[in-house]
């Protein structure tokens, strides 16, 4: 264990329970800082905020650079005992949280006082979604989140459009397996024509333009605001392509978000149909999980053997199948780092923080940290059927409490209804870039080099 806080010495919580004389924050050295802004925040940005940039991604794949920052990340552990620790970053102090009762109130915190809106992440995301939940804050976030909620029905595993989703899938994805090998660029045209039919409905399917430009504004939103000279460009992109949302929505099924989203009451500043462009996000983003998940199959011939299993029952439950998807996302997470910005005074390790402290979850980090993480490095998709392991602390592919994602079941619903797709009748025989399923998994998939082998089965 390389903790050394016990439980009861943490005092959690709002300020009022902070006994008296507690000690001021604990602060990382000046070295340690940099080592982390070079290791950790510096290569994020580079990798990029919300886009990931493929020929980044590949470096990285080739230099194993997750395990510089884990390597950071538990040298600072060790040094301070798993306090929360104060890092001056890039731009400004974050405070690092590591030990387990620091991680039970960050999720447990409500977000009034733990917002998710913090002000580096917002400048990047008010680019392509200015009236998204997630760049929002009080009554207004809380308007918004009820319609996410709604719309995503983010407490039940079946959406209620399940049919409807399910249906698409197998149709889109009928071109997945006419060739005996699959790759990035064979998943993306597909998941990109179901992301746009389940948001808008089927005239939108073949809309690759408006796919086009919202990449454009998320490349523009990696530099987060840095680059001034796009501004006016960059909102004028939003604006054609919310025009082309209002479009599509205008006579959208009952099924597609978007008309789900009108279909809800919303006060004069909620913007219903501006949620979309998350939603988008995200969908869009379930290219890289599917092929990173099918990848770990092709490796691990037992599990895929399970998963047909699974398959063969014919419903669209597939428990097996989604834990390979939630293993996948364990293993490689969208969201690596968790950030948000207190909207009060807070008490972390009991130490008191002004309003305004910026705080991180590195959960990328605690989700392979074998001192806590069974075969933290190993592919073990069991792990995930086992009773409550939704709501173990240690693992967050979604995050939990207030700011957990709203499509996060949508997003399992549709990723284990691909891969389903992918397997029936059909064996993935192997893959590329090559994984050994004996030996720790890298810290990064180049997932634009995905090549996969199918063989009937
Ligand atoms: C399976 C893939 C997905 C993963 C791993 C994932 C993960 C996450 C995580 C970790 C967060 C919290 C972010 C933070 O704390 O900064 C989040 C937020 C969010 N996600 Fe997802 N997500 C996925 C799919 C989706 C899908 C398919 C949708 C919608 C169609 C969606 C919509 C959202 C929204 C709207 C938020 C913001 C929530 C808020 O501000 O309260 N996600 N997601």
Known sequence: MTESRTENENTAGNAATLPPGASGPVRAGRAEALRFAATHTLPAFVRGFVNARPRVVAAYAAI????????????????????????????????????????????????????????????????????????????????????????????????????QY???????????????????????????RISRRVAFGDRAAGDEELTGWLSELRDAANWMGLVKSRNKADRALYAKATARFEEYAADAPGHALAARALSCPAGADT???????????????????????????????????????????????????????????RLYPLVPDLVRVTRAETVWGGVRHPAGTSVLVPIGFHQRDSARVPAADLFVPGRWLEADADRDLRMAPFSHGGGRCPGGQLGLLLTSAIC??????????????????????????????????????
Not at 313 to 320: H, I, S, Y
């Open 271 to 329: 913007d219903p149909l501006g949620q979309v462009h998350h939603w988008l996000l995200a969908l869009d983003g379930l290219v890289g999980v599917i092929l990173r998940t099918l990848l770990l199959l092709a490796a691990h011939p037992a599990e895929q053997e399970a998963a047909h299993a699974d398959i063969a029952t014919g419903g669209p439950e597939l428990p097996r199948l989604r834990a390979c998807v939630q293993e996948s996302l």
């Open 64 to 163: 194993n650079q997750p395990a510089w920052s884990a390597a950071t990340l538990r040298a600072m552990r060790a040094r301070h005992g798993g306090a929360p620790v104060l890092v001056r970053g890039l731009s400004g102090p974050v405070l690092v949280l590591f030990y387990e009762a620091d991680l039970r109130q960050f999720f447990a915190e409500p977000v009034r006082t733990l917002s998710l809106d913090a002000p580096d992440k917002n400048k990047g995301l008010t680019v392509l979604e200015p009236t998204g939940v997630i760049c929002s804050h009080g009554e207004l976030r809380e308007e918004r989140r009820k319609i996410n909620d709604e719309v995503l029905a983010g407490d039940r595993p079946l959406h209620p459009a399940c049919a």
């Open 420 to 457: 389903a797709q992918v397997l029936r009748g059909h064996r993935i025989v192997g893959g590329r870039p090559a994984v050994d399923p004996h030996r720790p998994l890298p810290g990064t998939v180049d997932t634009a080099a995905i090549r996969l082998r199918l063989a009937p089965r």
């Open 166 to 192: 399910q249906g698409i899938v197998e149709e889109e994805s009928l071109a997945l397996t006419r060739r005996a090998t699959l790759d990035f660029s064979q998943m993306k045209q597909a998941t990109g």
